[in-house]
């Protein structure tokens, strides 16, 4: 498994430039981008993929530029970002991009259900056509299972259901330990995972509060919570997955510490977690 960044938790880090040589000098080996067509656009295809050999890094993961939870004209508008997006991110050898599902809607939930499956298949069918897999997180926080009016999905489980009824080849999970932690789950339960089922992982840490007073955006870089890690790392070994590890912190106000500082503590966490785990 390669460790890696999202900019999340991370404060101002700059350019995508900036991103790719920072994550380089502090031994990450990947990152996740936001717009892979200003990327490419930037540097150009040679100059991009120059730039990641330069640092040691590759980009493992895209966002879904599509807005798939509205309206049937907001999502059709969005598939041309997304035939963008994926031709820019094959480009540079991409081949992972994700979603989440929020645990609660403003729609009948059976009614967003059938909407979901019909617009992720069809975002899939896209993705697949440039070689790109699609990653759908759940979100386990026990505050946004109410934020809204009817309660949808939030575990892994109901995940896979999800993507079973998607009925693509290439869509299967986004693993993150926090909502893994947040839905009281049990390594066992990502250990008895396929390594197929698996499209990318997040790493993040949680405050020492009940589980059920969790916040989403309230977390902590990854050894310094309360969430087994090292659990959480070696049910994943198990499976076969050989992707990327993520670190995403959402946090409630930008951090004040330098970039620099909070990489260190980064990946010292990220060693922590993974000598604990057996994997370093």
């Known amino acids: 498994m390669k460790i890696g960044l999202t900019r999340a938790g991370l404060g101002d880090i700059g350019s995508d430039e900036r991103f790719v040589e920072l994550a380089g ?3 990450f080996q990947t990152v996740d ?3 892979p067509v200003g990327f490419v656009t930037r540097y150009g295809v040679d100059g991009a993929r120059e730039l990641l050999a330069k640092h040691g890094v590759e980009v493992s993961s895209i966002g879904l530029p599509v807005e798939w939870r509205t309206t049937d004209e907001a999502f059709r508008n969005g598939l041309g970002k997304l035939r963008d997006a994926a031709e820019a991110a094959a480009a540079v050898g991409v081949t992972t991009c994700c979603t989440y ?3 609660s809607t403003d729609l009948p939930a059976a009614r967003f259900m059938a909407q979901a499956v019909r617009r992720l298949r069809l975002c899939a069918q896209l993705l697949g056509a440039y070689g790109i897999r699609l990653g759908l997180e759940y979100v386990g926080p026990h ?3 109410t934020q809204w009016a009817n309660p949808f999905i939030w575990t892994q489980e109901e995940t896979l259901e999800l993507a079973d009824a998607i009925a693509e080849p290439n ?3 986004l693993l993150d330990s926090y909502h893994w932690y947040t839905t009281e789950m049990k390594a066992d339960d990502i250990a008895k995972l396929k390594p197929h089922q698996i499209v990318h992982v997040h790493l993040n ?6 589980v059920s007073e969790a916040l989403d955006n309230d977390r902590v870089l990854p050894g310094e919570g309360v969430i087994d890690l090292a659990g959480f790392l070696r049910a994943l070994a198990s499976t076969g997955y050989a992707g990327a590890v993520t670190q995403e912190v959402l946090t409630k106000s930008p951090p ?3 970039v620099e500082t909070l990489l260190e503590r980064s990946k010292a966490g990220f060693d922590k977690a993974f000598a604990a785990a057996g994997l370093r």
């Open 143 to 145: 505050h946004l299972r």
């Open 171 to 173: 869509v299967g999970l």
């Open 256 to 258: 004040t510490e330098s």
């Open 33 to 35: 981008l936001y717009d």
């Open 25 to 27: 000098a502090y031994g």
């Open 205 to 210: 840490d949680a405050r020492d509060v009940p």
């Open 101 to 103: 599902i929020l645990p």
